[in-house]
Nanobody, 129 residues
Framework: QVQLVESGGGLVQAGGSLRLACAAS????????MAWFRQAPGKEREFVAA????????YYADSVKGRFTISKNNTKTTASLQMNSLKPGDTAVYYC??????????????????????WGQGTQVTVSP
């Protein structure tokens, strides 16, 4: 497992932008796939976006495609989520997650919560109307 620390949440008006960051530390973190999930009050935690260990492949939930962009930095130890055109429906606690490369064999694996074995504490994103 690795340690994950999220930053960048906050309050924004609809149509605005926020950028979340997730810093990973621990052994071989540069080889981990990383993702963002979110959980709104009274709802299940849901997949938002993921990036492969190399940063070369990205995956998005249909609800955020075209508005959110996930990326890794050059050292591959930080994953960022750029969120544009935010909507009130994006309000949730956003969680960073990571998983070792041995856990991902197909596209579907990146969308699967159970494939990620390390989780951050979460950061609140609130979008006002």
């Amino acid at each position: 497992q690795v340690q994950l620390v999220e930053s960048g949440g906050g309050l924004v008006q609809a149509g605005g932008s926020l950028r979340l960051a997730c810093a990973a530390s621990g052994r071989t973190t540069s080889s981990y796939a990383m993702a963002w999930f979110r959980q709104a009050p009274g709802k299940e935690r849901e997949f938002v976006a993921a990036v492969s260990w190399s940063g070369g492949s990205t995956y998005y939930a249909d609800s955020v495609k075209g508005r959110f962009t996930i990326s890794k930095n050059n050292t591959k130890t930080t994953a960022s989520l750029q969120m544009n055109s935010l909507k009130p429906g994006d309000t949730a606690v956003y969680y960073c997650a990571a998983g070792g490369p041995w856990l991902f064999y197909s596209r579907a694996d990146y969308y699967t919560r159970g494939k990620y074995d390390s989780w951050g504490q979460g950061t609140q994103v609130t979008v006002s109307p």
